[in-house]
């Protein structure tokens, strides 16, 4: 398939998208949304990826929605088609694990499609932020929500009343990134943790995908039963026989990701 707006490639078993609008800081318009929605379900469908990479430019990750797509909208347009929202929750909705490399500008729905990311890798040069109050509006894919969860209401709500951005070490200390790693080294880094997890099995890994994600939407007791139940699972499989088998004649376990 070809896109747009984005850059999609196979790197062993890691599907790579890089966001391609450099003149306007990767802004997030609509039918950039649709071509990481393609891209993904491309990937979901190809047993040879078990990892996702989602990265930017030295400069943007993506500096948001597009403004300018937007300006024009009243409240009937966002409300009645319910303003993009369906292309928007696609990442978040993917089963397989996706990593975030982030370098430069995440800003407002870039913040947002970060967070939507289950891992956030950073370069030194990244800055995280949720604008939107500047232009008169409210973040709307998450920013309250995923940013309040990952760094407190105290810093969320910093960000979100005032605009300020957050650098990359601080993201880090909040919590909000997984890694801060020099910018040239970013997509490497980005590549060989993709790499490290694709290595594994892959209904294993989309397990502890789906129940770390469980626990924002479970009370704790909840959550502990549904992941006793995804362990037990896993003895259904023969990859886990597979592990556990090799651990024991100390040789490196052959996955067939079933
Ligand atoms: N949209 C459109 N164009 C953008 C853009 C954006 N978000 N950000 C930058 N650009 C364009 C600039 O207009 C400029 O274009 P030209 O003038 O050259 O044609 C070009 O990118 C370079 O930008 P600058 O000249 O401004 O570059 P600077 O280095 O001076 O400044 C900056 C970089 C990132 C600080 C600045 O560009 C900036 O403040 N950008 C806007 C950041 C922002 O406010 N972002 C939040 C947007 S609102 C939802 C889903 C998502 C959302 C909402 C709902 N649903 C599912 C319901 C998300 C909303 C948002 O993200």
């Known amino acids: 398939m070809s896109y747009e707006n ?11 998208i890089t966001l391609n609008r450099p003149q306007a800081l990767n802004a997030l318009c609509a039918a950039l949304i649709t071509d990481i929605g393609g891209a993904l379900d491309q990937f979901e469908n190809d047993d040879n990826i078990r990892a996702i990479v989602i990265t930017g430019s030295e400069r943007a990750f993506a ?12 409240y009937m347009d966002v409300y009645k088609n319910d303003f993009i929202t369906k292309g928007w929750t696609r990442v978040a909705s993917c089963r397989k694990p ?4 982030v370098a430069g500008f995440a800003l407002g729905g870039g913040c947002e499609m970060a967070m939507m990311c289950d891992i956030i890798l950073a370069a030194d040069t990244a800055k995280f932020g949720q604008p939107e109050i500047t232009i008169g509006t ?26 300020r951005m957050m650098d990359a070490e601080e993201a880090e200390r909040s919590g909000l990134v997984a890694r801060v790693v020099p910018a040239d080294s970013l ?11 694709a290595s594994f099995s892959a209904p294993v890994s989309m397990k502890v995908k789906e129940s770390v994600s469980k626990s924002y939407e479970m009370t704790l007791t909840e959550g502990l039963m549904f992941e006793r139940r995804e362990f037990h699972s896993t003895f259904a499989l023969d990859d886990r026989a597979e592990g556990m088998k090799a651990f024991a004649e100390k040789r490196k376990p052959d996955f067939k990701h079933r």
């Open 138 to 163: 409210i973040p709307g894919a998450g920013g309250t929500q995923r940013l309040t969860r990952a760094v407190g209401k105290s810093k969320a709500m910093e960000m979100c009343l005032t605009g």
């Open 98 to 101: 996706v990593i975030a490399a």
């Open 63 to 74: 500096a948001g929605a597009d403004i300018k797509e937007m300006a024009d909208y009243d």
């Open 187 to 197: 997509l490497d880094e980005a590549l060989k943790l993709a790499g490290k997890i």
């Open 6 to 16: 984005i850059i999609v490639e196979v790197k062993d078993n890691v599907g790579l």
